[in-house]
């Protein structure tokens, strides 16, 4: 069965870093289009970023462009989200997600990504 494994998640004072890592488990990644989200406390899930499986292509949210960057090794069969910059709003669980799309496709940040993993804990607090 697909399954997605999320890590790195964890507590980080505003404007620090911390970079999510994505695994597969029963397939292999690079098959496959990644994408980033989060969920508030209280609040509905939304797209952070996500890339096709190429990985020349790149899609964020409005909120993290230029702060958070999306990048796949398919060699070590991983996708990886950095985030700087924190802020105290991006605190969420953060899940990745996996579709069977097109090599160079990059969804919309909206798209029903039919495999999720569990998801990993994010606070950005002082």
């Known amino acids: 069965q697909l399954q997605l494994v999320e890590s790195g998640g964890g507590l980080v004072q505003p404007g620090g870093s911390l970079r999510l890592s994505c695994a597969a488990s029963?397939?292999?990644?690079?098959?496959?289009?990644i994408g980033w989200f989060r969920q508030a406390p209280g609040k509905e899930r939304e797209g952070v970023s996500s890339?096709?499986?190429?990985?020349?292509?790149?899609k964020y949210a409005d909120s993290v462009k230029g702060r958070f960057t999306i990048s796949r090794d398919n060699v070590k069969n991983m996708v990886y989200l950095q985030m700087n910059s924190l802020k105290p709003e991006d605190t969420a669980v953060y899940y990745c997600?996996?579709?069977?799309?097109?090599?160079?496709?990059?969804?919309?940040?909206?798209?029903?990504?039919?495999?999720w993993g569990k998801g990993t804990l994010v606070t950005v607090s002082s």
């Open positions: 890339i096709s499986k190429s990985g020349i292509y790149t």
């Open positions: 029963g397939f292999t990644l690079n098959a496959y289009t």
């Open positions: 997600a996996a579709a069977a799309l097109a090599w160079n496709s990059v969804p919309p940040l909206d798209y029903a990504m039919p495999y």
